[in-house]
């Protein structure tokens, strides 16, 4: 630290300024180089908790619908296939613009896809497929679009 001192001492006073100020300025850079950074990471958290809080907000207002669509049934309550049971009900459930393709899968299973299916409007009607027609989904993969409440979704349906 002397030598540093020295060597500083040593320098004409003009020499000095400019010293001073570019470890000012270069210190300056180090520090907004760090500080930016972590605003723009700071600002996209913000956005993730506010589009997760609506979606929150969303789902405890759809949820006493839900809730009330009553028990579960274990037995299918017609003789329909079950192609043409998943097709009617999501007709009924207006998501035949949403249905996709259709195939099967698996040991008596179905295979939807939807698109652009309001979300609220797919579990309303997974939830009555198994309560009303003893289906139930296997395995579902759904993602959102751009569009907010509308998804993608791929649903593996078995009759039990």
Known sequence: MD???QWFNGLAPRERRFVIVGGVA???IVLLMAVLPLQRSAAALEQRVAT???DLAWMRSVAPTLAGAGPVSD???TAESLVVTVDRTARE???GEALARSEPAGQ???RVQLNAA???VLVAWLARLRQQHGIRVVAATVERTEQPGLVNATVE???L
């Open 52 to 54: 997760k809080r609506a």
């Open 157 to 159: 349906l078995n009759a």
């Open 26 to 28: 270069a210190l300056v």
């Open 108 to 110: 008596g299973g179905q």
């Open 93 to 95: 459930a207006n998501l």
């Open 3 to 5: 030598t540093v001192k």
């Open 118 to 120: 309001r979300f609220d």
């Open 75 to 77: 037995t299918p309550l």
